[in-house]
């Protein structure tokens, strides 16, 4: 079954300059994927140059007039500019053209406007921005980080729901564990609302392993850890700093002296692989779960290699048949959702440039 | 002037295994300081050994009959246990015998009696658990890591003033700088309790950076970075835990095959190098701060290395005045700390015993 991607051309730090590299590079490489580029036709066309022969029968340009700014309110960017790159790529899913939308623009933006035109899905009430990050055994996926600033144990049940079905659609385990991102193991920790949160998941019938630290992280102790936003961006944004220090240092005391150079040419060819290991760009690509769409947000910073991530991401949810397994899981378990609070469609949105 | 440092000898996973070997290294290469070891005394001198005749003019056994346990409640260990080594070797910092006292024991119990028996100090209304880390440029303080579950603006007014302390005793800088950890640069970032502790500490005269972001930690963006204890505690963690995750790597790479394993061996000096700067074991010590009186706690876990370095740290700290020039501060700026809320002495406590 063909895949398509609509994608926010425009969006990012360094736009098409990015983005329609990335994509010549993955329509070369997945000969099953068609993609929707949208920004502005002139510019895209001649970004695609000479690739547009190979490819197009599976390139459709789709022509807007503005661009969401990186440092723009989400608000004002919903608001006024319909015609950005941002929004059309995004009404591409809302009409049925692509299965996922990925955009390397503004966070906020990106999630104001997910929200508003693909609205949240039945059973969840607030949307969470996750990310698939590397561990010492396989992969663990984190939620939220930094869609909402403070969750309650109800939405920290949903975001769980939410992970599980992204691991099972992306992983192929069954029953994918459960953590709850706290400051001991034990069940009496935390603050009240993550106790209650700790009830709900142990009766949801879910895969819950229990509380979990923040060294269960990246020691895959867990598939999937919950947090609300503000200790999850913290938590996604150490590991970056602890990562480029290590690899300071590593690069520094190479370039130390000459003999110290001489090894680290000898040792070149595994230096590569540990580097190629941990390579941040292959994890590029935040999920914006709980919407009716696959919405797929790329550092805004990232380069082609980094971008060409965030679509493969894209294509793998695709297949996996996330947004399907979820409205499922969610229609046969209302029991685990019968909520009263009224859902909140357009919430306080936190800056995740970065991501 | 001679330093004296109390010792907690049974603390710990590995007790007076790590304690007394920590100490006569310690000794030999201190000439100007004294130990106070605290514990059951046939044991602490079986574990001196030989090395009592070179060392027994600085060496001071203080004979006690409980331990307190690592799973212990504090409650009940500060109730239960008056003539445990924990409680008896911070007795002889409130009776005046040493300078500071070092312990590897359960965090919780910990803070309960150092709290009990020390008090909090004037114009401290929470003490904070604090730890210096590496960053890619000078070190950083960072406050607080598990004492306190919540802070509310002013408790972070005082981790900056006390972290800010700290640095200036042991970095040598005499206006440190400070940041609050928080998921955006700008002020608007973050919880309301966020925003006031940015705004008192902007007006407090010290040298307030701004909102500081998890990758800022390991950058040295700032000198003491404050933060709630639950953020603290999952930034800490999760250091931890990406670090032993690129050390596993590493490892892994250069084990892969037999080529893998000689290239390693021809770099080894430099990825020796890279080890010892990375060895978290020179950083192991956290401080109490905000006590009438220097409190360190080792890691639990710490081997005979790791406790050595957790003695070294409180003879900087001793050495640099920290309790003084706190003192000293806090009663020259009262007006930064008329708060009318009653000082509450016990607390919750989180089990810190990773730290």
Not at 69 to 88: F, G, I, L, T, W
Not at 173 to 178: C, E, L, Q, V
Not at 201 to 223: A, P, Q, R
Not at 304 to 332: C, P
């Amino acid at each position: 079954m063909a895949v398509v991607l609509s994608v926010d051309a425009m969006g990012g730090d360094h736009g098409v300059n990015v983005t329609v590299p990335a994509c010549i590079r993955f329509l070369k490489e997945h000969p099953d994927v068609s993609l929707i580029l949208v920004g502005d036709r002139d510019t895209i066309y001649r970004h695609i140059g000479h690739n547009l022969s190979l490819y197009s029968d599976r390139i459709d340009v789709v022509h807007t007039t503005e661009v969401v700014a990186m440092d723009e309110s989400p608000q004002v960017a919903m608001r006024n500019k319909k015609d950005s790159s941002m929004r059309v790529s995004i009404n591409m899913l809302k009409l049925g053209k692509a299965g996922a939308v990925i955009s390397a623009g503004n966070t906020g933006a990106l999630m104001a406007i997910a929200r508003y035109v693909l609205r949240t899905m039945d059973g969840i009430e607030r949307p969470a921005i996750a990310k698939i990050l590397p561990t010492v055994k396989g992969d663990v996926c984190v939620l939220d980080l930094g869609a909402n600033l403070e969750s309650s144990p109800e939405h920290l049940l949903q975001f769980g729901i939410m992970g599980a079905q992204l691991m099972k659609a992306v992983s192929g385990k069954t029953t994918p564990s459960i953590g709850i991102l706290n400051i001991g193991s034990e069940d009496i920790k935390g603050h009240e609302g993550l106790k209650k949160a700790s009830a709900l998941l142990k009766n949801s019938g879910l895969n819950f392993y229990g509380n979990v630290e923040g060294d269960d992280i990246n020691k895959g102790t867990v598939d999937v850890i919950v947090c609300d936003g503000f200790t999850g961006n913290v938590a996604l944004k150490t590991i970056e700093g602890v990562a480029k220090m290590i690899a300071f240092i590593i690069r520094k005391e190479f370039n130390s002296s000459l003999p110290s150079k001489l090894m680290g040419l000898a040792a070149m060819p595994v230096l590569n692989k540990v580097k190629a290991t941990l390579d941040h760009r292959k994890y590029n690509g935040a999920v914006l779960l709980g919407l009716n769409g696959l919405v797929i947000k790329s550092h805004g910073g990232a380069d082609e290699i980094g971008f060409y991530y965030a679509l493969k991401q894209a294509y793998h949810e695709i297949n996996g048949g996330v947004i399907t397994m979820l409205k499922d899981y969610l229609a046969k378990h209302k029991e685990l959702l019968n909520r009263e609070e009224p859902k909140k469609e357009l919430l306080e949105f936190t800056d995740l440039n970065m991501l």
